[in-house]
Every structure is written in C-alpha cells, then in structure tokens.
C-alpha cells in the first residue's frame, strides 16, 4: 500500500499547487461550459494531466477512471486554453498534455484509480473551497484516499493548504500541503444529546436543503450549519471540525446519482477517522457498478455516534 500511497500524495500535491497558482490569477477565459452544464477550467485539465501521468507513470496497469477528457481541448476553439494549461506546464508538449488527461479515460474493474481533478469547479471558480481527489478502489472498496484542499488552513498559523490521506487498516492523517509531518486524525465524539455541526453544499442545486432544514430542526438550538463545496466537507469532519454531511437528492432531479469520484476519496478518509457513511436509507455505498453510485440514493457522512439518529430521522420526516 505504501507505494502506491507515496505516488498518490506527490501527485495530488503536485496539482494541488497548480489548481492554487490557476486560482490565484483566474480569469473569465480559463473556463468554459460542458455539455451537463457544468465547468470546467484550465485547473481542472493541469490536475488530471498531472495525476494521471505520474500514477500511469509508476503503474501503467492500473486503470484510470477521471472525470475530464480531452476532447474538448482538441477543438480549434479552445486552442487558446489549451496553450493556457501548457503555460503552467512548461516542460509538457501539447500532445503530453491531451494524452495525459486521456489516461483517465479508464473503465473500473477489480483494481482501479478514480480521480475528480479538481471536485467543486463551481466554488475553485468562486475562490472558495474545492478539493484535489484521487481514490483506490479494490474488489468495489475504497481502499486508499487523498484529499488536496488548498484553501483549507492546516493550521491557525499555516494557511497554505491541508493534505489527507488514508489506507484501510492505517488510520486517517492531515498534513500542511507545504509539507511537515503528518498528524493523525479522528472524528468527533458528538453524540445526538449535544450540539450537532451540519456540513452542506453550497450550490443549492447538489442537494435538498429543505429536507435538511426540516432534520435540523430537529434539533433546534442545538444544531449549527456550515457550507463548503466538494469533498473539503468529508476532510472536515475526519477532522472532528463537524459531526455529519448531508447530501440529499435534489427534488428536482430525481434521476441524479452520485459520481464515484465525488465521493470514493473522502470516504476512505471519514471510514478510517472513525466515522460512518451510506446513503439515505441506511444502505452501504456501492463503489463496484461503475462510474455512478446507481443503486444509492444520496449520501450521509457522521461521525457514526449519530449515523443511527440522522437516518432514523430522515426517513420518518421523508413522509412527512
Ligand atoms: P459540492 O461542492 O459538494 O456541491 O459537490 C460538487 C459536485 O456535485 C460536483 O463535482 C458534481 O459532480 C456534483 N453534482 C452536480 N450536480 C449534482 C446534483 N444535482 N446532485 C448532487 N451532486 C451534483
Ligand atoms: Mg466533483
């Protein structure tokens, strides 16, 4: 597991560095709209391209399952943008740039990378938090994870970024994305009794906040709320910093299922810093149909003290 940890790591901090040195000098430009609608970015493309060589680089059998492609970059259209990748990837020829984003065109299979180059493009483009998220997935398991979070202050005094990671069995760790040495990390001991810290999406659209007004409620004074994009949320409460993340489905959109990749790496962070994920009813996320999360229906995290409290309480509100 170790070499396969130590090539994660260098990787995922390499492109953290790059998504924070896009965002620092982003303009309208760097960006364009795929065909969900959703964005993407110079950053976006950099991060795979940088994973997914360095990863094929030391493991050239293991398949790469990313969100991006270059297709795109290869319209006359966006040459403008693909010359802006290579501008912070000075040494790569256009074709090593293309190719390397491509090795993520991977299929899962028994063993399997999955990547989100950078997960939260919508708050990456608000300046706000997004995450750099590369899994290992083994016989449908999560079995390693990394989290880049380069807007996440590893400490009061160092704000240059937090780096997690986990492998089963070996516990949950923080690092500074500037380096130093890596602490380990538990969940929080929160139990339904006390003061209960909600972690929510940001985009209204990723989720029902009304649902999750109606489960807060329950707990009245007692329940506070913080909102973060991407899986920044998952590090948060390996952390201890919040006991559950709710995400439920949009109402509007009843035929989203979740991506693995927005969720495997975090998952394998939370599970190993103690803590508890399924979807809404309960049930185990399944990580071995493919690229979705077809047979689940949302996500809820805890710290697993209150994982029996919220789902109870949000299935009995559901038929409300
Ligand atoms: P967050 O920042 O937690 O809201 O999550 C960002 C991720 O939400 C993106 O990477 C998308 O893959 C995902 N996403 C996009 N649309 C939806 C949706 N309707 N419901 C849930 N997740 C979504
Ligand atoms: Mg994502």
């Given at each position: ?186 969940v929080s001991q929160n139990g339904p009794d006390g003061?209960v810290?909600f ?16 489960l807060?409620?329950h707990f ?23 006991d559950v993340y709710l ?23 939370v599970k190993?810093?103690g803590g508890q994920a399924t979807d809404m009813f309960g049930k185990p996320l ?12 949302g996500v809820v995290v805890t710290n697993g003290k209150l994982h029996d409290t919220i789902i109870a309480l949000l299935n009995g509100k559901q038929?409300?």
């Open positions: 597991m170790k070499e396969y940890l130590d090539v994660a790591l260098r990787a995922v901090r390499q492109a953290s560095e790059i998504c924070a040195a896009v965002q620092k000098q982003l303009v309208a430009e760097d960006s364009l709209t795929k065909k969900d609608r959703s964005p993407v970015t110079v950053a976006d493309f950099a991060s795979q391209a940088v994973v997914c060589r360095a990863l094929h680089e030391a493991f050239p059998h293991i398949p790469i399952v990313a969100e991006e492609d270059a297709n795109s970059l290869r319209e006359t259209e966006n040459r403008e943008l693909l010359k802006k990748i290579q501008s912070f990837l000075p040494d790569w020829s256009e074709t090593e740039i293309l190719q390397s984003i491509d090795l993520g065109n991977g299929e899962p299979g028994n063993l399997f990378w999955t990547l989100d180059p950078i997960d939260g493009t919508k708050g990456f483009l608000r300046k706000d938090q997004y995450a750099v998220a590369l899994a290992l997935l083994k016989d449908g398991q999560p079995i390693l994870g990394v989290l880049g979070c380069p807007n996440l202050p590893f400490s009061p005094e160092d704000k240059s970024g937090t780096l997690m990671y986990a492998s089963q069995g070996a516990g949950s760790f923080a690092l500074s994305l500037s380096g130093g040495e890596p602490i380990r990390v538990h003061i810290r972690l929510e999406s940001v985009e209204a659209g990723h989720s029902n906040h009304s649902l999750q007004g109606q807060m409620a009245g004074e007692r329940a506070q709320s913080v909102r973060y994009d991407s899986q920044v949320k998952y590090a948060v409460l390996a952390q201890g910093l919040a995400r439920l489905p949009n109402p509007s959109q009843p035929d989203y299922r979740e991506k693995i990749w927005d969720h495997a790496a975090g998952y394998a962070i190993e810093a399944e990580f071995f149909h493919g690229k979705k999360l077809i047979n689940n229906r038929n409300d």
